[in-house]
């Protein structure tokens, strides 16, 4: 079955930093790999896709960017954090025609 | 766009009473799922309805997916305090951008024992 790592589980960073938080995915092949950001207590936010490697659909404008250098590899990314990019970011993965979505542990990102 | 509204946002029961949380989607899906987010943990996949009017049952969770495929309901009969936890639908239309799904904002459920 497959599995998703994120790293790391939590960050705390200052504002204007720069962030790299990476999705790996084992035992599977060409899965669709999503971003969310969820803020506390509230929904998912879609942030990037990928169906494939280095491509890339960004969902909202935004800090952030995403890349897909590999098939079992997604990495979001910021030059410089804002306070407002704080949040729950989550990995998912989405495999064969369900469409059924499985998540990473996530990263608790606080920006001060 | 297409939205997925799911009400109540937070529910506080008695260990024991039930508990139902509704998802409206303002376009036809092709299927809807339902979510668990644990305090402190990810979500994780609960079910998938596909067919018109379909229901499902997972031991005391039962699943209905709306006749017109754009309304979904998730019923707890007698609430235990592992129920805790925030449920969220999700929805895929059809035509979609590569499976997406639309989660709604979830509704949190509380149980006091």
């Known amino acids: 079955s497959q599995t998703i790592h994120q790293w790391p589980a939590t960050l705390v960073q200052p504002v204007g930093s720069p962030l790299s938080l990476e999705c790996t995915v084992e035992g599977t092949s060409n899965p669709n790999l999503y971003w969310y950001r969820q803020a506390a207590g509230r929904g998912l936010q879609l942030l990037f896709y990928?169906?494939?490697?280095?491509?890339i659909s960004s969902e909202v404008p935004q800090n952030l960017s995403a890349s897909r250098p590999q098939d079992r590899q997604f990495i979001l990314s910021s030059k410089k954090l804002l306070l407002s990019d704080s949040g729950f970011y989550l990995c998912?993965?989405?495999?064969?025609?369900?469409?059924?979505?499985?998540f990473g542990a996530g990263t608790r990102l606080s920006v001060l | 766009g297409q939205q997925v509204m799911q009400i109540p946002q937070y529910q506080h029961v008695q260990e024991g009473e039930d508990f139902t949380t509704y998802c409206n989607s303002s376009?036809?899906?092709?299927?809807i799922q339902w979510y668990k987010q644990r305090p402190g943990g990810h979500p994780v996949f609960l079910i998938q309805?596909?067919?018109?009017?379909e229901v499902k049952k997972q031991k005391r969770l039962t699943f209905q997916f709306g006749e017109a495929k754009k309304n979904s309901s998730l019923h707890i009969t007698a609430t235990q305090t592992t129920d805790v936890g925030t449920y969220f639908c999700?929805?895929?239309?059809?035509?979609?951008?590569?499976?997406?799904?639309?989660f709604g904002k979830g509704t949190k459920l509380s149980v006091k024992p």
């Open positions: 376009t036809t899906l092709s299927n």
């Open positions: 990928s169906v494939g490697i280095g491509q």
């Open positions: 999700a929805g895929s239309a059809y035509g979609g951008s590569q499976g997406n799904l639309i």
């Open positions: 998912a993965l989405q495999r064969g025609g369900r469409y059924i979505q499985y």
């Open positions: 309805l596909v067919k018109s009017g």
